[in-house]
């Protein structure tokens, strides 16, 4: 399973290292979007503004991938599932798209690399 992430954004390199900490059984391999040739059906723009997992020929974005990377950790499977919940997984999509455009000011802020932080309107 690949899961693609934003390497340019800090909370995304640490949910990315999280993810690898509790990867016991390899499941996932990680590609942030700084590669040169991202996987067959990404593209570099909605990397940008969200995780995507390629589970076989499904490609799962927000907070279904969030559920499905939770679904395979020990212990987070719970977690992943109650996302998958009809009424929690519109909210958790509109939180993911609220953080996700402030995913570089959010990185900077907790003191994160953030490479890409958008200049502030004067």
């Not at 990315?16 to 059906?41: C, Q, S, T, Y």
């Not at 076989?56 to 212990?75: D, M, Q, T, Y």
């Amino acid at each position: 399973m690949v899961l693609v992430y934003d390497a340019d954004c800090g909370v995304c390199q640490a949910s990315v290292a999280w993810v690898k900490e509790r990867d016991r059984r390899g499941i996932f391999e990680l590609v942030g979007n700084d590669v040169p040739d991202l996987p067959p059906g990404v593209s570099r723009e909605e990397t940008g503004h969200t995780v995507i997992v390629l589970d076989g020929a499904r490609k799962l974005v927000r907070a279904e991938a969030v559920a499905r990377i939770l679904g395979e950790l020990p212990g987070w499977a719970a977690a992943g599932a109650v996302l998958r919940a009809p009424g929690i997984r519109r909210v958790a999509n509109w939180a993911y798209d609220r953080f996700a455009r402030n995913r570089h000011r959010v990185s900077a802020a907790l003191g994160m690399r953030a490479c890409a932080v958008p200049g502030r309107k004067s």
